[in-house]
Structures are given as C-alpha cells and as structure tokens.
C-alpha cells in the first residue's frame, strides 16, 4: 500500500491485427519518472505495442490487462487515452493536408484541456505556448504554418512528433523509432526535447531498433521483445550487449 | 427571331418533347421523371420566409418567383447600373444565348414570368456585391426565373445569388450572361433548397477578349438538382473558371454539367470541382471541354474530386476532353475517396475525438473550393454553411 501507483502496468498482454496473433503475452511495469527503452527486431511487435496501447482500433486485445494510472483502457477510446495523458511519436507520422500544423495543435491542445475541465486557450495564450515549446526542438516557424506533416523531410516530421508532445505535456510519451531516419544533429535536437521533458511525475516508453539513440536518451531499463514477448530486461548495459551480438540469437531460441 | 417569336417556339418545342429521359447520353445518370410526373401550380403569394442580406451588398429579393421592390434595395445604384426586373429591359439579347437547347431551357424560354436584369456600362467599376436572394414557400409551385446579365468593357461586377425556401416546388432558371472586352464577373450561387424540392439552373457566359468570368456553386440543398454550366470563350486572351463545391446526403441527387468552349487563341479555363456525399446521396459530375481547332495556347485545367462519407453514396464523374488544336495545354482529374482513417486516427491520439476529426479533414477538403471565392463576405458566410453541414453529418 506504501508504494507509489505504477503510471503503466501492463500484464500478460496478447494482442492481433488482421487475424494475426502479434503480442503473445507482453508484461512491463513503467512508474513515475522512469524511461524503459524496448529494443526487438524488424516485425517483432513493437510498433503494435504502441498502437495497442494508444487505442488503434484495427488492433485487438485478446488477453491480457493494461492498466493506467490504475485505471483499466479497455474502455477508453484513443482520444480519451490521449487526454488521460498518453502521446505515441508515430514511426510513420501521418501527412494531412490542408489543415495546418497551428491550427491541428490548437484543436489539440484545447481537446486536452477541456477534458480535464480547463478553459480553451486564446489565440494569444496559444502562441505564447507555441514560441516556449518550439525552442526545445528547434522547429522552423514555416512548418508552423505548413499542413501537418505535408512535404515534411523524415527528420521535421519526427521534430513535429516531439513538438507536439512539448505542447500536449502528457503523463506517458510513447516514442516508437523516433531516430530513424534522423541525422547525428536532429538525433541530438530530438533527444534533448525528450531529455528536456523527463521528470519525476512522466514515464517513457522509448522504442528503438538501434542502440544509438540510447547514448542520447539513456533509459532506467531495457527491455528486449522478439516475436511478441519480452525475453530479456535489464538496465542500460543490455543496449551495448545487444548492440554487440544483434538479436539472431534470440529469434535463433525462439524457433 | 424576335423574343415574342422564340418563347413560342420553345412552348411548342417543349409541349412536344416533354422532359428528357436516362435514354438520353447527357441525362444518363439523372431520373428526372420525379419533375416530369409532379403537377405544379401558377398561384402567386408573399413569401413569409425571413432572409438575411450579405453585408455591404445591393439586395435583390425574388419572392415565389417575383421580384420585390419592398424588401429589395436598390434606390441609390451608381452611375452606370442598372438593376431590375427583365421584365423591363427587353434587350435583344435575351434568348440569344440560351433558347430552347434542352427541355429545361425551352420550358423557362416559354414560362419565366420574371427574373434579374443587370447592365454594368463600360468602365464602371461596381465593387458593392449584388446579392440575389430567392425565397420558395409556396407548396407545389413552378418558378421559371429567368435572369441577363451584362458586364461592359473594362467593368466589373459581383453577383451572389442565393436559393432558400420550403417544402415542395421547382425552381427551373436560366441565366444568360454577357462579359465585353476586358471586363470581369465573378458569380457566386449558394444552393440551399429544400430537401424536398427540385432546382435546376442553366448559365450561358459568353466572354470577350481578356474578359473573366468566375462562377462558384456551392450547393447544400434539393432533392434533386442540376447546374448545366456553359462558357463561351470567343475573345482572344478570355479566362474562365468554373469552380463547385456539392454536399450531399440523405438521398439527394445533384448533377453538374460543365461545357468550356475554347473557340479562339490564348485562354483559360480551370475547374475546380469537390464533392463530400453521405448516406445515399448521389452526384454527377460531367465536365466537357472544347478545344476548337483555331483556339491554339489554350490552358485548360480541370479537376473534380470526391470524398465519399458511406457505402451508399455514389459518384459518377465524366471527364471528357475533345482537342481540336494542337498547341495546348490540357489537364484533368477525377477521384473518389474515403475519409482517411489514418488521419483519423493520428488527430485521435492527439485528444481530437472522432466527431471533430472527421469535421476537421472534410473542412479541409472542402476549404481548397472555398479559398478560391473572392468576395470576403461571401466567402464568410459560405464557410459557415459549409461548416454547419460537415458538423452535422459528422455526429
Ligand atoms: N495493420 C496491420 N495489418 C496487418 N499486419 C500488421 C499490421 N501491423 C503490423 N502487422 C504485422 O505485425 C507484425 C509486427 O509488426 P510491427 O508491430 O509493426 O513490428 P515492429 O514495429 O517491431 O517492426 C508484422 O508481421 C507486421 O506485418
Ligand atoms: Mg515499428
């Protein structure tokens, strides 16, 4: 009864897509505060994971619990995840054209605050919001501007992903391969505007194919999955010991 | 053929012919039998429907078909324009564009009883818009309206005209615009119909050298409808544009049909058409453009877009491209989508619940018709309609 409620506690997760059986029986426990990286191969589950967890509907839970702040998401809608504080940076950030990045974040953050009973903010509020967040990580005024996402470089359109969680500050940031497809410089930009939002009261769950972004974003845990489940965890030394001997060994003892 | 002369023979051509039928390649899609088997009345009566008039504009009120002096506002125009009934202005150029080239035309041609008369002289510049407000709520009625227009040399002109009314009638009018050398007219229709009722509405434009003509249809409301839009490029240098946003559901039915004549050198034509459909909502998109073989450095450009918001609605969209000159430029593009349920998606876990994002994107769509509308109060006013619309069948 001592201990502090987990942020994200996730037990004996199975989930499908499509008929397929992705996520077979995933546990992880995030408290307050800290960063858990999850590192697998290519196909291994761990974009569903975060889709499953941020309530995509063409993903299906099929056994298994998730639990927020203690309270059960079977029932919450993505929006309502959204709001209750979970932000998933896409690997695959969705262009929209027409709607323009300012207004698509005004639309968001007043989504958010109205469902915790706060007052819409005004243009001008809104702007100064913007200006304090869009120094974290460097993003350019005319993206501002630009439809989401629409003819954004791979690079600006993951810079945009951690904007708008600056901008959202939710409880769980989901980042799912945020360094891929980034130079050493926007890797850097990037991982300070992350680094800059950890604090005691905000968990990561940091997704990466590759060890490097860990050098910049260096995780409380590591978690390894290969073929839907997690078969290793440890603290941040499994990130060199995997970078070392790739993940055959472990689809090698999964057949 | 003197106008007396014409709707005699329009009279008699359409007693004969009656009403076109699906077996007819330009009504192929379009039942509109509905019309053929209704039986409409003459009677006349005030309209009691409220209006709002845009602001700044010169109104013109049409009520069950009549002009009305009392609620329109036109004591003080300036030098060089007129505005009033066709009743009377009988210039010999009525019907000379538009007489008896389809069923509905020649049953206007026959039957208007009233309609708009405007005549900008040469070098007039009329920057307040004339707003043109149509008010129907006389059940079972047939108006046949029947509108000129004429944009001198080097003038200039804005109309907006807006359909409103309830619940069961025909509105059936043909509009005959003249734009002189150089001259400039943007038209704007905001079709808000009854959901019962049928409208169909025929443009003839005829252009100058270097003359414009702009129209923009956006279009909410009838059962069943059809804008048959025809411009005629005959002045070296002219530009049209023909742009049209339709939304559609329940089981409308609304067919646009666009004819671009490129008869002489170095104009353009750009058509922007969207559509967003519902429910059972059915639309025809039919844009025909001529490239006569004089007309060489043409630039057409035409595009008509979709977005369907359910199983049942269906879009049959009709490029048809017939090139007789050989140095042009002529492109075309038709789709038919669904909403983006990525997109969806992505606003969700932004804390964008589905409703909103769903209003968001068609807005989107929507907004590429409505930033090409020049006139700022009409273009206000248009995106609130709009807006209104989308929230609505979001829920
Ligand atoms: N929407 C989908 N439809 C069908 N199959 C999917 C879908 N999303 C993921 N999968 C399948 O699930 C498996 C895991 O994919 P994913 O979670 O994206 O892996 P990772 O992110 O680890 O590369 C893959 O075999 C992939 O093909
Ligand atoms: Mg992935």
Not at chain 1, 54 to 78: M, P
Not at chain 2, 142 to 166: D, K, M, P, Q, W
Request: charged share 25%; proline share 3%; hydrophobic share 40%.
């Amino acid at each position: 009864m001592e201990k502090t409620m987990a942020l994200l506690e996730i037990k004996n997760l199975h989930a499908s897509v499509a008929g397929n059986q992705i996520l077979k029986g995933i546990n992880l426990t995030i408290n307050p505060g800290e960063v858990h990286a999850i590192m697998g191969p290519n196909g291994s589950g761990k974009s569903t994971l975060s889709n499953v967890l941020a309530g995509n509907e063409a993903y299906e839970k099929t056994q298994g619990e998730i639990l927020f702040q203690g309270k059960n998401l079977d029932d919450l809608a993505a929006h309502e995840r959204a709001c209750a504080g979970i932000f998933l940076a896409f690997q695959y950030p969705v262009e929209i054209p027409g709607i323009s990045n300012m207004y698509f974040l005004k639309a968001a953050v007043n989504a958010v605050r109205e469902s915790r009973g706060e007052e819409p903010l005004d243009a001008m509020d809104f702007l100064d919001l913007v200006e304090e967040k869009k120094k974290m990580v460097q993003i350019r005024d005319d993206l501002l501007e630009r439809a989401v996402n629409s003819g954004f470089s791979g690079g600006e359109k993951k810079r945009n992903e951690i904007f708008q969680m600056a901008m959202l500050e939710p409880r769980l940031g989901i980042l799912d391969e945020t360094d891929s497809g980034l130079d050493i410089d926007a890797l850097r930009i990037v991982s300070d505007g992350v680094n800059a939002l950890r604090g005691s009261d905000r968990g990561f769950l940091v997704i990466t194919h590759y060890q490097r972004l860990l050098d910049y974003i260096v995780p409380d845990f590591v978690h390894v999955l290969v073929n839907g489940q997690i078969v290793k965890s440890g603290g941040k030394e499994l990130a060199l010991e995997l970078e070392n001997e790739g993940y055959a060994s472990w689809n090698g003892e999964q057949q | 053929m003197n106008l007396a002369e014409l709707r005699k023979k329009a009279e008699m051509e359409f007693s004969a012919n009656g009403f076109p039928t699906t077996r007819e390649e330009l009504w192929r899609f379009s039942d509109v039998s509905p019309v053929a088997n209704a039986v409409f009345s003459n009677d006349w009566k005030p309209s009691e429907l409220e209006f709002q008039s845009l602001e700044g504009s010169l109104v013109v009120v049409f009520e069950n078909g009549k002009l009305s002096r009392e609620k329109s506002n036109l004591g003080n125009l300036p030098e060089g324009v007129r505005i009033g009934s066709i009743l009377d202005f009988p210039d010999p150029r009525i019907g000379s564009l538009a007489g008896t080239q389809s069923a509905f035309v020649a049953a206007n041609t026959a039957r208007f009883s009233d309609g708009l008369w405007i005549e900008v002289d040469d070098g007039v510049q009329l920057e307040t818009p004339i707003h043109l407000i149509h008010l129907a709520d006389l059940d079972g009625a047939a108006f046949h309206l029947r509108n000129f227009i004429s944009v001198g040399e080097n003038a200039s002109a804005t109309l907006v005209e807006e359909y409103v009314g309830e619940p069961f009638y025909w509105t059936n009018t043909v509009t005959e615009c003249f734009v002189a050398d150089r001259g400039l007219l943007d038209r704007y229709k905001i079709q808000r119909e009854s959901p019962s009722a049928f409208h169909f509405q025929t443009l003839e434009a005829r252009l100058g050298a270097e003359a414009v003509f702009s129209n923009h249809a956006v279009t909410l409301g009838s059962r069943l409808g059809r804008d048959d839009i025809r411009a005629k490029l005959a002045g070296r240098g002219g530009e049209a544009i023909c742009n049209g946003l339709y939304l559609l559901n329940g089981k409308q039915h609304f067919d646009t049909h666009l004819f671009v004549d490129h008869a002489v050198p170095e104009c353009n034509s750009h058509e922007l058409y969207k559509g967003i459909l519902d429910e059972k909502a059915h639309a025809v998109f039919c844009g025909r453009i001529l490239v006569r073989q004089d007309a060489q450095q043409t630039d057409a450009v035409q595009s008509n877009r979709n977005l369907l918001l359910s199983r049942g609605a269906k879009v049959n969209t009709l490029p048809q491209l017939e090139i007789y000159a050989d140095d042009v430029k002529c492109t075309h593009g038709a789709t038919i989508g669904e909403l983006d349920e990525q997109a969806l998606y992505y606003l969700q876990t932004r804390g964008i619940d589905p409703v909103q994002g769903q209003a968001m994107l068609t807005g989107a769509f929507a907004n590429e018709v409505l930033d090409e509308i020049r006139c700022a109060p009409f273009k206000a006013y248009a995106e609130e309609r709009v807006r209104t619309w989308l929230e609505g069948v979001a829920k």
